[in-house]
């Protein structure tokens, strides 16, 4: 078992770009979140896919969209980089009516804006 | 809305010292409550959990107790190692059971 996938690992984008990030869950899973996770801070809640589609999202701002496709793999799509939007993003899978799911994190897309 | 506070690092301590890392949060509901780990250049592990009050979560040496009295979960080892050099980040998740808010992490480092 793979486990939860991301790529790329590492990515530079110049200011005004856009980005897109790519998730595999882990195998039987059906959920994908993603979360951005600043220098020295812990991850926040970006938005979650269920069914293709989005089911809850945090305060980001609609720069910030994503995708779930029929076989449950996710995008992440931030438009107009900003500087600020320079993070480790991480992807997060689960099962989402299973009650007590636990969620497996990927090993991040490092993101920096230039 | 919830919330989780938890110790600031770093933290540095000897080799075979006695850990904690106190961690409180808020929220309405019952959340579940972890551990996560982080070791450098890598993403969030599942250190341990709890689900309900006074469940204790174990693993690796580590443990945390849910109590919902002083709403806190924190994080004890009786004897740490210099692999567990990480940083550490408690969470809840919500009752609706989808997003983890997490803390803002302790850097641990253990010295030899």
């Known amino acids: 078992d793979a486990g939860v996938t991301q790529s790329p690992t590492h990515l530079i984008k110049t200011r005004g770009q856009q980005v897109t990030l790519r998730c595999s869950p882990k195998?039987?899973?059906?959920?994908v979140s993603w979360y951005q996770q600043a220098l020295g801070q812990g991850p926040q809640f970006i938005f979650q896919y269920y069914e293709e589609e989005e089911r809850q999202r945090g305060n980001f701002p609609d720069r910030f969209s994503g995708h779930q496709f029929p076989n449950y793999s996710s995008e992440l799509n931030v438009n107009a980089l900003l500087l600020g939007d320079s993070a480790l993003y991480l992807c997060a899978s689960s099962l989402r009516w299973t009650g007590n799911t636990e969620a497996f994190f990927g090993q991040g897309t490092r993101l920096t804006v230039v | 809305g919830d919330s989780v506070t938890q110790m600031e690092g770093p933290v540095t301590l000897s080799e075979e010292a006695f850990l904690t890392i106190n961690c409180t949060y808020t929220?309405?509901?019952?959340?579940?409550l972890f551990w996560y780990v982080q070791y450098p250049g890598e993403g969030l592990q599942l250190l341990l959990k709890?689900?309900?009050?006074?469940d204790k979560g174990s693993n690796k040496g580590f443990e945390a107790t849910y109590r919902k009295e002083t709403t806190s979960f924190h994080l004890e080892k009786g004897s740490v190692q210099v692999s567990d050099s990480a940083v550490y980040f408690c969470?809840?998740?919500?009752?609706?059971?989808?997003?983890?808010?997490f803390g803002s992490g302790t850097r641990l480092s253990i010295r030899p």
């Open positions: 969470a809840l998740r919500d009752s609706s059971a989808s997003k983890i808010i």
């Open positions: 709890a689900t309900k009050a006074d």
């Open positions: 195998s039987g899973h059906d959920t």
């Open positions: 929220a309405t509901g019952y959340p579940s």
